[in-house]
């Protein structure tokens, strides 16, 4: 079992940045790659970054490139997803997923998954 804590969200402008932390506890976190997903009012659960056991590999789509920077430490088992240039169209809450699949996007293919954290861009 992995128990996964998002902490980073709130409110912000359009333009600004945000840094979104998950925390990880349980079994050995440097077993799984992690992943960041998110879902808007509505709307399905959207991919938006993943990285590898190591962290030398990350997978975003097109419309994340440039904008958002995933991260890991594995020595203090936390996952980061650092958000620039933030649009009200990013407004959603998100979460941090673990899967033992190499950086996939399929949302089924994440075993652990956190309650998510609110982040909310105004115009």
């Known amino acids: 079992q992995v128990q996964l804590v998002e902490s980073g969200g709130g409110l912000v402008q359009a333009g600004d940045s945000l840094r979104l932390s998950c925390a990880a506890s349980?079994?050995?976190?440097?077993?799984?790659?992690m992943g960041w997903f998110r879902q808007a009012p509505g709307k399905g659960r959207e991919f938006v970054a993943a990285?590898?056991?190591?962290?030398?590999?990350?997978y975003y789509p097109n419309s994340m490139k440039g904008r958002f920077t995933i991260s890991r430490d594995n020595a203090k088992n936390m996952v980061y997803l650092q958000m620039n240039s933030l649009k009200p169209e990013d407004t959603a809450i998100y979460y941090c997923?673990?899967?033992?699949?190499?950086?996939?996007?399929?949302?089924?293919?994440?075993?652990?998954w956190g309650q998510g954290t609110q982040v909310t861009v105004s115009s």
């Open positions: 990285i590898s056991w190591s962290g030398g590999r990350t």
């Open positions: 997923a673990a899967t033992t699949t190499y950086l996939t996007i399929v949302p089924t293919s994440y075993v652990y």
């Open positions: 349980g079994r050995t976190f440097s077993n799984y790659a």
